[in-house]
């Protein structure tokens, strides 16, 4: 019998954290494409770290806003958010290309992750953009970006998060409320391999939430990531987990 497995993977390529130290710890690097961080040099050595450790590339895209990381909403038009996806997502193809490698999914970043769990227009734009570049899309399970993207055929890749607090209904609390953030290394791995054993995550007021996930993501700018990332990888061997792209 095969054994579960699960992709984890990390924020990246933002000139914030270890890229070099979570690379080896991840299958996955969702690497910024400059809206919201990172700069064209930055971003180059992260691609070439993926590729010297064989971890799959993701762009991670997001409104045009570094003064905010990306974590203020923008109320863009369809056709701009469409171009700015595009735009981005070219950018970050030719980069990978340079460091040998290539863009295999799309993820939003921030503010725009959120926004598309349920405002419809955004999302369709960001599903339609994303169909024009023949990638996969990574979002939240039971997002609106979901659904668009099952009903144009886009492949969806669904995540959760280690290192993210969620509410009784499965969508993310907001940073600026209490236990948005989880910071303890053990914590977050027994978290890690109870989503991988049962499909679950435990929310903040202790409901227990249903998580179709295929891959975990762990922020590599939060504090402490590195260690993080470690734990989780040490916990999931002990439970028998692969640690995987899917």
Known sequence: MPLPRIDLNADLGEGVGDDTAMMPLISSANIACGFHA????????????????GVRIGAQVSYPDLAGFGRRFIDVVPEDLIADVLYQVG??????????GDVSYVKPHGAMYNTVVDHEMQARALVD???????????????????FARESGVP??????????????????????????LTDSDEIAARVVELARTGRISAVDGTVVEADAESVCLHGDTPGAVAHARAVRAALAEAGVDVAAR
């Open 91 to 100: 950018a970050l193809t030719a980069l990978a290309a340079a460091a040998g």
């Open 156 to 181: 969806v890749i669904t995540e959760a998060f280690a290192d993210r607090g969620y509410t009784r209904t499965g969508t993310l609390v907001p940073r600026s409320e209490p236990g948005a953030l």
């Open 129 to 147: 953009a994303v169909a024009r570049t023949g990638l996969a899309l990574m979002c939240l399970p039971g997002s609106a970006a979901q659904r």
């Open 38 to 53: 990172g700069t064209p040099t930055v971003l180059l050595h992260s691609c070439r770290e993926a590729v010297r450790y």
